[in-house]
Antibody, heavy 121, light 110 residues
Framework: EVQLVESGGDLVQPGRSLRLSCTGS????????MTWVRQAPGKGLEWLGF??????????AYAASVKGRFTISRDDSKNIAYLQMSSLKTEDTAVYFC????????????WGQGTLVTVSS | QSVLTQPPSVSAAPGQEVTISCSGS????????VSWYQQLPGTTPKLLIY???KRPSGIPDRFSGSKSGTSATLGITGLQTGDEADYYC???????????FGGGTKLTVL
């Protein structure tokens, strides 16, 4: 059974940084494109970015709304993907989901349960 | 404003059928596969349809997907109260070089 478990969500002040982690099991993690999606309270899904597998170059792609502030990385030895968020704003308050993107058919097939990030003074 | 356009809400009676549209452009739906996700209240999204019209294992054939040009449609037949959820379309956008979702459609089964 595939499991993606996010952690690191917290209450943080505007302007601060926070790092989220996503631990995967039951999947070939190092072959997977790991993606982050968020959902603000009462709002829809917003794709944030992904990191390609190492064999695909390990490069990243980001939504324009977070490019330059958010960084996705991975540690395949631990089956963990990270989302480093900096210069946080109140509008970054959301549930952050880790997921797996399948690039050949452009789908997200597995989702984590999400972790809540609240940005407030 | 979402790149993909969906109606905010749809409704129908139990047993009836409903369709949810998703409109995009040539940089996304027109040249890429469309997926649909179901998010039941208080839960995580779940893949419902992929590659425009394929269902993952375990998804009943009451759910179907289609694509024509720069638009896609999710169809649900034999509506059940348990189908009440938010539904999102998603795909890749080559111009944005990013994944994109529709704004979501809330399905109410009256």
């Amino acid at each position: 059974e595939v499991q993606l478990v996010e952690s690191g969500g917290d209450l943080v002040q505007p302007g601060r940084s926070l790092r989220l982690s996503c631990t995967g099991s039951g999947l070939t993690f190092d072959d997977s494109y790991m993606t982050w999606v968020r959902q603000a309270p009462g709002k829809g899904l917003e794709w944030l970015g992904f990191i390609r597998s190492k064999t695909a170059g390990g490069t990243t792609a980001y939504a324009a709304s977070v490019k330059g502030r958010f960084t996705i990385s991975r540690d395949d030895s631990k089956n963990i993907a990270y989302l480093q968020m900096s210069s946080l704003k109140t509008e970054d308050t959301a549930v952050y989901f880790c997921s797996r993107w399948v690039p050949t058919i452009e789908k997200i097939d597995f989702w984590g349960q999400g972790t809540l990030v609240t940005v407030s003074s | 404003q979402s790149v993909l356009t969906q109606p905010p809400s749809v409704s129908a009676a139990p047993g009836q059928e409903v369709t949810i549209s998703c409109s995009g452009s040539s940089s996304n739906i027109g040249n890429h596969y469309v997926s649909w996700y179901q998010q039941l209240p208080g839960t995580t999204p779940k893949l419902l349809i992929y590659e425009n019209n394929k269902r993952p294992s375990g998804i009943p054939d009451r759910f179907s997907g289609s694509k024509s040009g720069t638009s896609a449609t999710l169809g649900i037949t034999g509506l059940q109260t348990g189908d009440e959820a938010d539904y999102y379309c998603g795909t890749w956008d080559a111009s944005l070089t990013a994944g994109v979702f529709g704004g979501g459609t809330k399905l109410t089964v009256l």
